[in-house]
C-alpha cells in the first residue's frame, strides 16, 4: 500500500511519483486537495539528479479499499473516514526535464520510483524560459491561473515553416493576430505582410463582444517596425500612412480564377493569356469593345500576339473574360492603375523585417483576395529569384523571411481548386526561399490536409467542432491527442500552441493587446542597427 505520509517531514512535498510510464506520470494526493487539468508540476529526482516538469491531464478519485463498490454503499463515510487511503490520482503529461548542465531536454527517460512532486517556485521558470523565442505572445498557463513569469514567445526561425491560427469565432483571434504583429514590430526578425479589409489592424474599432480596441498603429514605440498601405485618405492623413497603388502590370490573368467562377473553356483563355503582361491583358479587352464576333485574321490593333493566342476560341467565350477583366478593373479602381505601384516599396519593407498592413478598408472579400494573391506572386517570384539573397543593399547572401498571413484561408487553401496555386505553391515550396504562410482559420478540417501537413506551428483557440479538433490533432507535429479536453474548455484569449524548438504543447494566455502595448511601450525597441553595439556607457 502506497503510504501519502512523508517519511522525511523536512521534505517541502509529501507526494511522489508512483507512475510507470515515461509518457504518462501518476502520483496521489488527498481527496480534498485542490488541483486543476493544466497545472504545471516539477518532479525532482535525486537518484539521477533531473529535475522533470509536467502538466496535469486527469484528475481521478481512488482508494486503498479491495472492495471496488465501497463508495456506493450507505453511510460510507461513517465506516471509513475519509482518511489518507482515499485519494486523488492526479495523471500528468510530461514536459521535459533538465540535468546537470541545465539545458532542457524532450522527456526521454522516466523519474526515479517515488521522486518528489511539487508546485514549481519562481526560480524553476527559469528552465521553462530557456526554450523560448522571440515573438512573444501571452504568458503560460498553469491550471486555473497564470505563470507570470514564464512568457510564451514563438521562434522567429521557424516561421518560414508555416504557422496556423485556428479559433472559432468570438474565442480571440484578431487580438491574437495583433499581440503577434506588434511582438514581429519590436523584434523585427522577419518580414509580416497582412492584407486587412476590415480595416481593423490599423486604428482598432470594435471587437467581436463590441468593446472599442485599438490598432497597431496605437503601439507608438514601435512604429518603426510597421508600415501601412492604405487606400483610405483621411487615415493615410492622420496617421502619416503610404497610399497603397498596383499598377496593371502587377495583375496576371490567373488572378481572375480567385475572383469569378469559369468554365473549362474560360480557363484556358486564362492560361493562354498567363504570358502576358497584364497591362497588354487589360489593353487587349478594353481596346475591343465587342467580342463577340472576334476575328483573329482582321485584328488591327495593338496586342497582335494576344490576338492570334485567342483565335480559336468561341466568340461566347471570350466576351466572358473580357466582363471579367473589366469588372475587376473598376471594381479595384481605388488602387489599380495603368503606371506606379508601391510592390517596390512594399517588399523593401518587408525585406527591413517590419509588419506590411495592407489596408483596404470596405474593399470587397474579391479585392482582399486579389491583392493579396499579387503581393503573394510577386514576393514568391522575387524569393525564387536572386533579390531575397541580399539585405537590401544586396550581398550579405543572407536569405530574407516573410511570412504571408493569409485570413478565413479555407477560401483559398481549401481541397482542391486551381484557383488558388499560388498560395498553394507557397505553402509547399515557401519555406526553400524562406518564404511562409500564417493560415488563419475558423474551420481547420476545411483546409487541404497536403497544407495543413505543411504548418509547423499551431496555435489552437477555442474550437467547438469536434471535426476541427480531431483534424487539428492529426496534423500537429506535437501530440495534441490527449489536450483535448483543454482544447475544449479554452476561453476566449486562451491557446494550447505546439511550435518547433518548444519541446512541448504550451498552454498560453495570449496577452490582451491594448495591455501589451501598453507593456511594451514602456520597454525600450530593439532596432537592427543596434545589433552587436555595447549600448551601456
Ligand atoms: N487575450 C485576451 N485576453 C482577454 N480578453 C480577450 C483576449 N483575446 C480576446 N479577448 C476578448 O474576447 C473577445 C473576442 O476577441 P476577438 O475580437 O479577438 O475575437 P475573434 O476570434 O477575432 O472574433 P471574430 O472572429 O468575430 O473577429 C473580445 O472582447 C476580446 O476583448
Same mark, same amino acid.
Given at each position: ?365 474579391? %479585392?482582399?483576395?486579389?491583392? !493579396? #494573391?499579387? *503581393?503573394?506572386? /510577386? =514576393?514568391?517570384?522575387?524569393?525564387? $529569384? &536572386? ?87 492529426? %496534423?500537429?507535429?506535437?501530440? !495534441? #491527442?490527449? *489536450?483535448?479536453? /483543454? =482544447?475544449?474548455?479554452?476561453?476566449? $484569449? &486562451? ?43
Amino acid at each position: 500500500m502506497t503510504s501519502l505520509i512523508d517519511i522525511n517531514l523536512n521534505d517541502t512535498s509529501k507526494y511522489r511519483l508512483i507512475g510507470d510510464r515515461v509518457l504518462s506520470y501518476r502520483f496521489a494526493v488527498p481527496h480534498d486537495e485542490e488541483f486543476y487539468i493544466g497545472d504545471i508540476l516539477k518532479i525532482t529526482d535525486t537518484v539521477k539528479g533531473l529535475v522533470f516538469f509536467a502538466k496535469v491531464s486527469d484528475l481521478i478519485h481512488d482508494s486503498n479499499f479491495s472492495d471496488p463498490r465501497w463508495d456506493t454503499r450507505p453511510h460510507t463515510e461513517h465506516f471509513y473516514g475519509l482518511g489518507e487511503d482515499v485519494y486523488i490520482l492526479v495523471e500528468a503529461l510530461p514536459l521535459g526535464y533538465v540535468g546537470d548542465d541545465e539545458r532542457f531536454r524532450k522527456p526521454r527517460t522516466i523519474p526515479a520510483k517515488f521522486a518528489r512532486v511539487e508546485r514549481p517556485s519562481a526560480e524553476d521558470f527559469h528552465f521553462l524560459r530557456q526554450v523560448m523565442g522571440e515573438i512573444e505572445v501571452g504568458v503560460m498557463k498553469s491550471g486555473q491561473g497564470v505563470l507570470q513569469d514564464v512568457k510564451v514567445s514563438l521562434h522567429a526561425a521557424v516561421m518560414r515553416q508555416h504557422m496556423g491560427v485556428f479559433a472559432t469565432t468570438g474565442m480571440g483571434k484578431s487580438n491574437f493576430m495583433k499581440v503577434f504583429c506588434a511582438s514581429c514590430m519590436a523584434a523585427r526578425q522577419f518580414g509580416l505582410l497582412i492584407v486587412d479589409p476590415h480595416g481593423e489592424y490599423v486604428a482598432g474599432g470594435r471587437s467581436s463582444s463590441g468593446l472599442p480596441t485599438k490598432g497597431l498603429v496605437h503601439y507608438q514605440a514601435g512604429r518603426e517596425g510597421l508600415a501601412v498601405f492604405t487606400i483610405d485618405e483621411s487615415r493615410r492623413k492622420k496617421y502619416g500612412l503610404n497610399r497603397l497603388w498596383l499598377e496593371y502590370d502587377d495583375f496576371r490573368s490567373p488572378d481572375l480564377l480567385l475572383l469569378y467562377e469559369h468554365s473549362d473553356a474560360q480557363r484556358d483563355v486564362i492560361e493562354k493569356l498567363e504570358k502576358y503582361p497584364g497591362s497588354d491583358v487589360i489593353g487587349f479587352f478594353e481596346e475591343n469593345e465587342d467580342l463577340s464576333d472576334f476575328d483573329a485574321n482582321a485584328y488591327t490593333g495593338e496586342y497582335r500576339d494576344i490576338a492570334w493566342d485567342l483565335r480559336n476560341f468561341s466568340t461566347k467565350t471570350l466576351p466572358v473574360v473580357q466582363r471579367h477583366v473589366e469588372s475587376m478593373v473598376s471594381r479595384n479602381r481605388s488602387f489599380l492603375r495603368s503606371k506606379g505601384s508601391s510592390i517596390p516599396e512594399i517588399i523593401k519593407a518587408l525585406h527591413e523585417n517590419k509588419v506590411v498592413l495592407i489596408d483596404i478598408p470596405r474593399m470587397s472579400e474579391q %479585392s482582399e483576395l486579389f491583392v !493579396l #494573391s499579387i *503581393l503573394t506572386r /510577386e =514576393i514568391m517570384r522575387r524569393h525564387q $529569384g &536572386e533579390d531575397a539573397m541580399c539585405g537590401s543593399g544586396g550581398g550579405s547572401g543572407e536569405q530574407k523571411q516573410v511570412l504571408i498571413a493569409i485570413e478565413e484561408a479555407q477560401r483559398v487553401l481549401g481541397s482542391g481548386g486551381q484557383s488558388t496555386r499560388i498560395f498553394r505553391e507557397c505553402a509547399m515550396e515557401g519555406r526553400k526561399f524562406g518564404v511562409g504562410i500564417c493560415v488563419v482559420t475558423q474551420q481547420p478540417k476545411n483546409i487541404d490536409a497536403r497544407v495543413l501537413a505543411q504548418l509547423n506551428t499551431f496555435v489552437v483557440m477555442g474550437l467547438s467542432d469536434r471535426g476541427d479538433r480531431d483534424t487539428i490533432a492529426s %496534423s500537429a507535429k506535437q501530440d !495534441l #491527442s490527449r *489536450l483535448d479536453t /483543454e =482544447i475544449q474548455t479554452l476561453e476566449p $484569449g &486562451e491557446a494550447v500552441i505546439s511550435t518547433l524548438r518548444i519541446p512541448f504543447p504550451v498552454s498560453t494566455r495570449i496577452h490582451l493587446f491594448e495591455e501589451y502595448i501598453d507593456e511594451l511601450g514602456r520597454k525600450p525597441v530593439r532596432r537592427p542597427i543596434d545589433d552587436g553595439l555595447d549600448t551601456s556607457f
